[in-house]
Protein backbone atom coordinates (compact mmCIF):
# COMPACT_ATOMS: atom_id res chain seq x y z
CA UNK A 1 0.00 0.00 0.00
CA UNK A 2 2.85 2.23 0.13
CA UNK A 3 3.37 5.38 -2.37
CA UNK A 4 6.63 7.25 -2.99
CA UNK A 5 4.11 10.08 -4.47
CA UNK A 6 3.10 12.98 -2.34
CA UNK A 7 -0.66 13.52 -1.70
CA UNK A 8 -2.56 15.79 -2.87
CA UNK A 9 -2.16 17.58 1.01
CA UNK A 10 1.47 17.84 0.12
CA UNK A 11 3.10 15.73 2.30
CA UNK A 12 4.37 11.96 2.23
CA UNK A 13 5.00 11.24 5.78
CA UNK A 14 4.42 7.30 6.86
CA UNK A 15 0.92 6.51 7.66
CA UNK A 16 -0.10 3.89 10.11
CA UNK A 17 -3.85 4.07 10.17
CA UNK A 18 -4.80 2.72 13.77
CA UNK A 19 -8.72 2.63 13.54
CA UNK A 20 -10.56 1.42 10.25
CA UNK A 21 -14.16 -0.31 9.64
CA UNK A 22 -15.35 -2.62 6.12
CA UNK A 23 -18.59 -2.67 5.64
CA UNK A 24 -20.52 -5.00 3.17
CA UNK A 25 -24.17 -3.70 2.48
CA UNK A 26 -25.04 -6.36 1.09
CA UNK A 27 -24.19 -8.70 3.53
CA UNK A 28 -26.00 -7.46 6.73
CA UNK A 29 -27.95 -4.73 7.62
CA UNK A 30 -26.25 -1.40 8.59
CA UNK A 31 -29.57 0.93 9.47
CA UNK A 32 -27.54 4.04 9.64
CA UNK A 33 -25.98 3.32 6.14
CA UNK A 34 -28.80 1.69 4.23
CA UNK A 35 -32.29 3.20 6.22
CA UNK A 36 -33.55 6.41 5.12
CA UNK A 37 -31.17 9.60 4.89
CA UNK A 38 -31.13 11.40 8.05
CA UNK A 39 -30.48 15.01 7.21
CA UNK A 40 -30.11 16.06 10.97
CA UNK A 41 -27.34 12.93 12.35
CA UNK A 42 -24.88 14.32 14.91
CA UNK A 43 -22.07 13.78 12.63
CA UNK A 44 -22.94 15.49 9.11
CA UNK A 45 -23.50 14.43 6.13
CA UNK A 46 -22.90 10.80 5.51
CA UNK A 47 -24.43 9.97 2.17
CA UNK A 48 -20.64 9.42 0.66
CA UNK A 49 -20.08 6.53 3.29
CA UNK A 50 -23.41 4.82 1.68
CA UNK A 51 -22.39 2.29 -0.23
CA UNK A 52 -19.75 -0.79 0.47
CA UNK A 53 -16.17 -0.13 1.70
CA UNK A 54 -14.14 -3.10 1.41
CA UNK A 55 -10.39 -3.68 1.03
CA UNK A 56 -10.41 -2.09 -3.02
CA UNK A 57 -12.16 1.00 -1.48
CA UNK A 58 -9.98 1.45 1.36
CA UNK A 59 -7.09 1.45 -1.27
CA UNK A 60 -9.12 3.81 -3.66
CA UNK A 61 -9.34 5.94 -0.54
CA UNK A 62 -6.03 5.93 0.59
CA UNK A 63 -4.27 6.25 -2.61
CA UNK A 64 -1.26 8.64 -2.85
CA UNK A 65 -1.12 8.38 0.81
CA UNK A 66 2.36 6.34 2.71
CA UNK A 67 0.06 3.74 4.35
CA UNK A 68 2.06 1.38 6.16
CA UNK A 69 -0.14 -0.39 8.14
CA UNK A 70 -3.82 -0.33 9.12
CA UNK A 71 -5.52 -1.61 12.18
CA UNK A 72 -9.15 -3.29 10.93
CA UNK A 73 -12.02 -2.78 13.82
CA UNK A 74 -15.32 -5.02 12.97
CA UNK A 75 -18.32 -3.20 11.44
CA UNK A 76 -21.43 -5.50 13.63
CA UNK A 77 -24.86 -5.43 11.44
CA UNK A 78 -27.62 -4.48 12.93
CA UNK A 79 -28.28 -7.90 14.69
Given amino acids: MT?????????????????????????????????DYDEHFFLGDYRRMCRNF???QYREATAGFDVIGTVHVEAVPIR
Fill in 54 to 56: LPP
Fill in 3 to 35: SAARNALGFDLPIFDAHHHFWDLDDGHFPWLTD
